[in-house]
């Protein structure tokens, strides 16, 4: 009891031990809480003391996921677990149309049994400037995976978790029409499109389209969290739908990752380049 209400009365091995037997378990986040409290006692002691062991500069931003450093918009991953960093590797560099938008990083699930060897490792999931979505080694940086997601129709931008490690979506940029559209009064009912993937093994679920139509002008940015579909508008409004309930009321089809496909007059191959993949959730 002592150690709950004054942590910083007894040292950090103590604290160890009572963590050891149970003593922070009644939730995840007082577990949390007392581990960040833990790391806190050993930074902040009087007897800590830092070193500057390496340096480095990037010309994009530097992004940072479960001991590994991306550089150089995630050409060169560092590992920061040994002593000091070390390049896992370092690719040539990339010309813009190869230019990475976003990435997540996939761990193997526990206790499934997966079809490829390489889905045990770690992997990166990246997207491209051209809308491709990669899976890259996160060891290596070699290409596990190829999916092509859409031609010009859209461009997409973002990746996010709707359920961590298990299902992703792929968000497009917001569609606005050219100047020179606008005024001729062409009208453009497409706003934003989600595409929804299965991990490990990759697998698509579906590609739903956000429109004027359904849900209006004023849309300002969509969302998939948590199986909850998330509309944002103008006037400060949040809508919240079921994800799942919209998928099986409205999917017109199916469709498998390599399968060939013939859909609305076009024949090709489900995320392969030219055709991508078909919009095939639409609210009516």
């Known amino acids: 009891r002592a150690a709950s209400r004054a942590p910083g009365a007894h040292n950090v091995c103590r604290l160890l031990a009572r963590r050891a037997h149970g003593f922070y378990a009644r939730d995840a986040g007082v577990a949390h809480r007392r581990n960040l409290g833990l790391l806190r006692e050993i930074m902040c002691q009087e007897s800590t003391k830092f070193k500057n062991v390496w340096t480095t500069h990037s010309a994009s931003p530097i992004a940072y996921e479960r001991g590994r450093i991306y550089l150089d918009n995630y050409q060169c991953c560092i590992s920061s677990i040994a002593q000091e960093p070390r390049i896992l590797y370092q690719k040539p560099k990339c010309s813009k149309s190869e230019k990475i938008e976003d990435a997540l990083l996939l761990e193997c699930p526990l206790g499934e049994m997966l079809p490829s060897p390489s889905d045990y490792k770690s992997s990166l999931i990246v997207l491209t400037v051209q809308n491709w979505l990669l899976r890259l080694s996160a060891d290596s940086g070699e290409i596990l995976e190829k999916i092509y997601l859409a031609g010009s129709c859209c461009k997409f931008r973002y990746l996010s978790w709707d359920t961590p490690q298990e299902v992703m979506v792929v968000k497009s940029a917001q569609n606005k029409l050219p100047a020179a559209a606008r005024q001729v009064s062409i009208q453009q009912s497409a706003l934003f499109y989600l595409a929804v993937f299965q991990v490990l093994p990759l697998s698509f679920i579906g590609m739903l389209e956000i ?29 919240l739908y079921n994800f799942q309930a919209i998928s099986e009321q409205f999917m017109e089809q199916p469709f498998d990752l390599g399968h060939e496909f013939n859909w609305n007059g076009q024949v090709g191959v489900v995320g ?13």
């Open 211 to 239: 429109n004027k139509k359904i849900f209006g002008n004023s849309v300002t940015d969509v969302a998939v969290s948590n199986g909850i579909l998330i509309v944002m508008y103008s006037m400060g409004l949040v809508r």
């Open 272 to 284: 392969k380049y030219p055709f991508g993949l078909p919009c095939n959730i639409k609210i009516t």
